[in-house]
Nanobody, 122 residues
Framework: QVQLVESGGGLVQAGGSLRLSCVASGRTFSSYNVGWFRQAPGKEREFVAVITRSGVSTWSDSVKGRFIISRDSARNTVYLQMNSLKPEDTAVYSC????????????????WGQGTQVTVSS
């Protein structure tokens, strides 16, 4: 069993930066792929980024070059550094842990945090 808690969301102007944290308790993060997803009002949940058990990272095209995902195994934490934020990045961001192969699909993740709101003003 893994419990996930996100933090770091907030209100920021376009062009600004935020760093989200996802802290795990229970089993260590190193056993799982850890992904970030987001959901805006009226829209489906969207893949943002993932760091796999082997440390490989990948991002959606919409955030590639602006967002960085990293893992601190000693702190059992995964970070999402978000730079050059745009109003269309506004959403609730959630981290998730899982072991499936379709790492961009939310269906491959067994454990989810409660989410943190990110609002980007224009």
């Amino acid at each position: 069993q893994v419990q996930l808690v996100e933090s770091g969301g907030g209100l920021v102007q376009a062009g600004g930066s935020l760093r989200l944290s996802c802290v795990a308790s229970g089993r260590t993060f190193s056993s799982y792929n850890v992904g970030w997803f987001r959901q805006a009002p009226g829209k489906e949940r969207e893949f943002v980024a993932v760091i796999t058990r082997s440390g490989v990272s990948t991002w959606s095209d919409s955030v590639k070059g602006r967002f960085i995902i990293s893992r601190d195994s000693a702190r059992n934490t995964v970070y999402l550094q978000m730079n050059s934020l745009k109003p269309e990045d506004t959403a609730v961001y959630s981290c998730a842990a899982g072991g499936g192969y379709a790492i961009r699909s939310p269906n491959e993740y067994n454990y989810w945090g409660q989410g943190t709101q990110v609002t980007v003003s224009s």
